[in-house]
């Protein structure tokens, strides 16, 4: 889901602006799959949980602590068993590490900004989801209340007119690491 604000902050908006494209490669990838069918959302899943491993784990690692972002995926794995198709098809030792050079002191910002602001996104699905998903259907990652706390709290941050071009970055690469777990998970359901 892209988000618009014609009056963001200035980084807010480079980051934006610098992912527009990467965002909505994405987007297109993920929104053919339909979020009301067992297992499309099973795969969606898959492809948050996988993606995320990698994109945490650098995070834990580059990311002052008091800015690291919530975990999501154990939510994302209950959702998973509460489908009925617990963990991932594949090993952990196939699951994608988030391979990118820490660009600077402030660089985690990218992808801290990218893992927040899909909580935007996660809320137009949930309530989409709402109206036409079966009773009970499992939204704990969609619901998720922390990452919207988090990203009100990383705004200030966002607020700064310092150009970061390794934020920028940095953002970019995790949309493409996303991305090729979406392919990757899109192909597997297709064969």
Not at 11 to 23: E, P, V, Y
Not at 42 to 50: G, K, T
């Amino acid at each position: 889901m892209t988000a618009r604000c014609g009056t963001a902050p200035a980084l807010r908006a480079r980051l934006r602006a610098a992912t527009q494209d990467d965002h909505q490669v994405l987007d297109d990838a993920l929104g053919r799959l339909d979020l009301a069918d067992r297992h499309d959302y099973a795969c969606f899943l898959r492809v948050q949980s996988r993606a995320r491993i990698g994109v945490e784990s650098w995070l834990a690692r580059c990311c002052p602590p008091e800015w690291l972002p919530p975990a999501q995926t154990g939510l994302i794995e209950a959702d998973l068993a509460a489908l009925g198709c617990a963990g991932s098809d594949t090993p952990d030792e196939d699951v994608p590490a988030f391979a990118h050079a820490d660009e600077g002191p402030v660089a985690w910002l990218g992808a801290a900004w990218v893992l927040a602001g899909s909580s935007l996104g996660n809320r137009m699905m949930e309530r989409e989801l709402t109206g036409r998903a079966p009773e009970g259907w499992p939204m704990q990652f969609l619901r998720d209340e922390t990452m919207p706390a988090f990203f009100k709290a990383l705004r200030p941050l966002l607020a700064s007119d310092e150009i970061n071009p390794g934020a920028e970055r940095t953002a970019r690469a995790v949309f493409a690491h996303f991305s090729r777990e979406a392919d990757r998970q899109l192909v597997a359901i297709a064969a």
